[in-house]
């Protein structure tokens, strides 16, 4: 009798505490230890199947394929017609990557590691420099909270560990918990094409946050531009600029002496004649969206896209006008479907873009023509970046690593596909 009393009175607490019915979906966080976390990285000579699409970096005929939060591939690509899987960097946390001087220098969420890969089949692991992107986090593949308690004590003192990845768990929450209001993930996003790189460096694809200017690397993540001196066997901070707008940048590239951040807010240009003084020029801005860039000729090439992390619901190709940097100007915009990375191959007066499969344009001395310029749609596959370099198209999508020969820029010949497991 006394347990029926019990739980009839438990029935109409909760009954009338109705603060308490809301389920909700909440991001926890999957931890490691630091040392755990510092001593993870693995390099294998053998390929593993490539699961979920990334960053793309090509260095003296190899492939570099990141794969979000887990490491990088290792494509031998010397035959494009048949790419060769043939190892696999693990890094816990891992989004971008590029190569200067046989040095493949990646981001371990809150380090940078670097790798001897002059012979590119057999990395080996050289160093890591600890601590140099503060406050970084996996990115959540969705828009639910992030709950971040779990790394404090009681005392609210952060615990010696690191967030590798986040889980989904549904629980019931109070109407004043934060997490019950808060339905947006923190973004956490989430390179010079044909002919913008120096031959010691690697071609990135557009969606990098890495890019090099001479004998440093900059890498933008959260907070912070971090310049890194790669002219040694190891590299060093050369300097550090901070600014708050830095949290937004999704990609960056390099054309001449500027770099050009892509914001979900706009596009940022920076001065870097003084490579360790950069100095703001202006800022063009758009409508809300996810936002890579490629520049050539004087013309910024951006799109924005809609989707989990982006924004609002646009969906355009931007082409602006940067001869002046500090006073850029919007020429025209393209209504898409959905692009991303996009890239460009100057000597061939093309453009690549990521839409709706892949959508190839004839570059003209006339911007507003370039939709009518159109030379090729491929469909059937969700690109996500390319690379056009020496009559080779490298597109990672949702489905597989293409590759195309577009020698004649009019008809695109496929060469390969390597198949990403992820998907069906």
């Known amino acids: 009798m006394k347990k029926h009393v019990l739980l009839l009175i438990l029935v109409v607490i909760v009954g009338c505490d109705s603060s308490w019915r809301n389920m909700v979906s909440v991001n926890e966080p999957v931890i490691m230890s630091e040392t755990d976390f510092r001593n993870s990285v693995k390099v294998t000579t053998d390929g593993q199947n490539i699961k979920t699409c990334g960053k793309i970096c090509l260095y003296n005929g190899y492939l570099f394929v990141s794969e979000p939060s887990i490491g990088i591939h290792?494509?031998?690509?010397?035959?494009?017609?048949?790419?060769?899987?043939?190892?696999?960097?693990?890094?816990?946390?891992n989004a971008d990557v590029a190569v200067h001087n046989d040095l493949l220098y990646a981001d371990a969420l809150i380090d940078l590691v670097w790798f001897d890969i002059s012979n590119p089949a057999q990395p080996v692991l050289?160093?890591?420099?600890?601590?140099?992107?503060?406050?970084?986090?996996?990115?959540?593949?969705?828009n639910y909270a992030c709950d971040y308690s779990q790394l404090y004590d009681n005392n609210g003192q952060r615990k010696d560990v690191i967030v590798t990845g986040w889980e989904v768990k549904k629980r019931y929450v109070a109407e004043n918990d934060p997490l019950y209001n808060y339905y947006h993930a923190e973004i956490m996003n989430d390179?010079?094409?044909?002919?913008?790189a120096s031959p010691a460096s690697s071609v990135n694809g557009s969606m990098s946050r890495f890019a090099?200017?001479?004998?440093?690397?900059?890498?933008?993540?959260?907070?912070?531009?971090?310049?890194?001196?790669?002219?040694?066997?190891?590299?060093?901070?050369?300097?550090?600029?901070?600014?708050?707008?830095?949290?937004?940048?999704?990609?960056?590239?390099?054309?001449?002496?500027?770099?050009f951040l892509g914001m979900p807010s706009g596009m940022t240009i920076y001065d870097v004649k003084d490579p360790l003084k950069p100095e703001y020029c202006s800022m063009i801005t758009h409508i809300y969206g996810c936002d890579p860039v490629v520049v050539d000729n004087d013309l910024a090439y951006v799109t924005i896209r809609s989707g989990n992390f982006c924004g609002q619901q646009?969906?355009?190709?931007?082409?602006?006008?940067?001869?002046?940097?500090?006073?850029?100007k919007q020429i025209v915009s393209y209504t898409m479907k959905n692009p991303k990375g996009l890239g460009i191959d100057s000597e061939k007066k093309t453009l690549f873009l990521c839409d709706d499969g892949l959508k190839v344009f004839k570059i003209t001395d006339d911007p507003q023509q370039l939709i009518s310029n159109g030379l090729e749609h491929i469909k059937g596959m969700d690109g996500f970046d390319l690379i056009a370099y020496d009559d080779v198209l490298m597109m990672i999508a949702d489905d597989g690593l293409y590759q195309y020969d577009y020698s004649d820029v009019n008809k695109l010949k496929q060469l390969s596909k390597i198949k990403i497991y992820g998907t069906d």
């Open 126 to 142: 050289k160093g890591r420099l600890e601590n140099v992107f503060p406050d970084v986090f996996p990115i959540a593949e969705n």
């Open 212 to 259: 090099f200017n001479d004998k440093y690397l900059y890498a933008v993540i959260k907070s912070q531009m971090q310049i890194f001196d790669v002219s040694g066997d190891k590299p060093t901070i050369a300097a550090t600029v901070e600014n708050g707008m830095f949290w937004e940048v999704e990609t960056m590239f390099g054309y001449k002496d500027k770099m």
């Open 314 to 328: 646009a969906n355009e190709l931007f082409i602006v006008d940067v001869k002046d940097v500090y006073n850029p």
């Open 191 to 196: 390179a010079a094409q044909k002919g913008g």
């Open 74 to 93: 290792i494509i031998d690509n010397r035959t494009p017609a048949n790419p060769k899987n043939i190892g696999f960097i693990e890094i816990p946390g």
